[in-house]
Nanobody, 121 residues
C-alpha cells in the first residue's frame, strides 16, 4: 500500500490550503484515514481522522472549526482542507491508513511521505 501526500506549500496567515493523499495498492474503502503533523523539534501529533465510509470525523482541538477532512472513495483519495491557517500550523503533514479508528499514530498501518506546510506571518 502506498500513500502519496501533496498540496503543501508556503501560505500566509489566514489563507486556505488543501492537502491530498492518494492511496494505491490496497482497498481504499477498507481503511480509516488520518492526518498527522510534525512541527520542527516536536513530536508527531494527531490532526484529523475519518472513517471508512466518511460518516464520522474527529479533529484535534487546535484545528477544530478550521480544518475539514474528507474522502472520495471513487478516487482513492483523502483530503484535508485547511482554512484560516496560523503560524502554529507550520509542520510536515502526513496521511495514514489503518484498520482501526484511532487518534493515535501507532494504530495506523500505512504512512505517506509527508508534505510541508509553512505558514508565514
Amino acid at each position: 500500500v502506498q500513500l502519496q501526500a501533496s498540496g503543501g506549500g508556503l501560505v500566509q496567515v489566514g489563507d486556505s490550503l488543501r492537502l491530498s493523499c492518494a492511496v494505491s495498492g490496497g482497498t481504499f474503502s477498507s481503511y480509516n484515514m488520518g492526518w498527522f503533523r510534525q512541527a520542527p523539534g516536536k513530536e508527531r501529533e494527531f490532526v484529523a481522522r475519518i472513517t471508512r465510509g466518511g460518516g464520522t470525523t474527529r479533529y484535534a482541538d487546535s484545528v477544530k472549526g478550521r480544518f475539514t477532512i474528507s474522502r472520495d472513495n471513487a478516487k482513492n483519495t483523502v483530503y484535508l482542507q485547511m482554512d484560516s491557517v496560523k503560524p502554529e500550523d507550520t509542520a510536515v503533514y502526513y496521511c495514514a491508513a489503518g484498520y482501526s479508528v484511532s487518534v493515535y499514530a501507532s494504530a495506523y498501518d500505512y504512512w505517506g511521505q509527508g508534505t510541508l506546510v509553512t505558514v508565514s506571518s
